[in-house]
C-alpha cells in the first residue's frame, strides 16, 4: 500500500519552519516524541536514512518511515545519506516521504535523481556536506525544490554546529540567486537556541534540531524556543 504524503509548502518570505530530526528522539517511543514535537510548532519531521557506507553509522528504512507516516501530521523529509540512492527512493516515496534530499556526494547523474523525485510528485532536494563548494549547485538550480546545507559531517546527532557554515549558507544563496532560484535552504546539524538566528540571518529558512529538541526533557517547550529563538511566524501547515 502507498501512504499518500502530506504535501509539504515551501516557507513564505520571512517564515522559519523548524524540523525537529528523529535521529534523537526515542526509537521506542517515535510515536510520543512526534506528537510532542508537533504540539510544540514543528512544520516537518526529519527522517535521517544511513546505510553504513557513505555514512559511518546505519539507521532506518522504508518500513519505519512508513510507520512514522501513520503518526505524523506534518510533512515527512527524508534526508537520504546512503549510496546509490535512485535503488531506494520509489520506496521512500511509497511509505509517505513527502520530501527526499540525496547528497551531491552520493549521486553520479543529479539532474536525473531530482526528475526521479519530482516525477514521483515529491520534492526534491540537494545536500551539500561541509567540504562541498556551494557552486556544485550552478547546473541543477532549476531542479531542486530545496537545499540541504550540513553543518556537521553527517552520521552522528549531537554534534557542534561548524561556524564556517554561516558563508556557506552565503554562498549557496548567491549561486541560487544567480540562477534565479528562490529554493529555501535548509541548515542540519548543530543547531540550537544559541546560534538559530545567527542561522536564519545568513540565509536558511528551514531549521533541522535533533539534538537540541529530542535531547531536551520536554521536546515540546524545546521545539517552542527553537522557534523563538529565530523570528518568524509558524507556517501554516
Ligand atoms: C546528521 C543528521 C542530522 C542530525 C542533526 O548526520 O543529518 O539530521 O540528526 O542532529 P543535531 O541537531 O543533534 O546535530
Ligand atoms: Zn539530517
Redesign the pocket.
Known amino acids: 500500500m502507498t501512504i499518500r504524503p502530506t504535501l509539504w509548502r515551501p516557507p513564505a518570505q520571512g517564515q522559519i519552519q523548524i524540523a525537529p ?1 528523529i ?2 528522539a526515542d526509537f521506542s517511543a517515535l510515536a510520543r516524541d512526534i506528537e510532542a514535537a508537533e504540539h510544540g510548532g514543528a512544520d516537518l519531521i ?1 527522517v ?1 536514512v ?1 546505510d553504513g557506507h557513505f ?1 559511518p ?1 546505519i539507521t532506518i528504512g522504508p518500513p519505519v518511515v512508513r510507520a512514522i507516516a501513520r503518526v505524523a501530521t506534518k510533512p515527512l523529509d527524508v ?1 537520504l ?1 546512503i549510496e546509490e540512492p535512485d535503488r531506494y527512493i520509489e520506496d521512500f516515496a511509497r511509505a509517505g516521504a513527502s520530501m527526499i534530499s540525496v547528497h551531491v556526494e552520493a549521486v553520479p547523474h543529479l539532474q536525473r535523481t531530482l526528475g526521479f523525485i519530482r516525477k514521483l510528485g515529491l520534492s526534491a532536494g540537494v545536500v551539500l556536506n561541509p567540504s562541498t563548494p556551494a557552486v556544485m549547485l550552478e547546473d541543477v538550480a532549476g531542479d531542486l525544490d530545496f537545499v540541504l546545507v ?1 553543518s ?8 557542534a ?1 561548524i561556524p564556517h557554515s554561516l558563508d556557506k549558507l552565503r554562498r549557496v544563496r548567491d549561486v541560487l540567486t544567480r540562477a534565479r532560484s528562490t529554493a529555501p535552504i535548509e541548515i ?5 537556541t544559541a546560534n538559530a538566528a545567527a542561522i536564519v540571518a545568513a540565509g536558511a529558512s528551514i531549521l ?6 529530542f ?1 531536551s526533557p520536554d521536546p515540546e517547550a524545546a521545539t517552542r524556543a527553537l522557534r523563538a529563538a529565530v523570528a518568524g511566524p509558524a507556517t501554516a501547515a
Request: aromatic share 6%.
Open positions: 530530526s535521529l534523537s526529519h535521517d544511513m555514512v553509522n534526508h545519506m550540513m556537521v559531517n553527517p552520521g552522528f546527532g549531537g554534534q554546529f542540519d546539524g548543530g543547531v540550537d533541522v534540531a535533533g539534538n537540541a529538541i535531547g
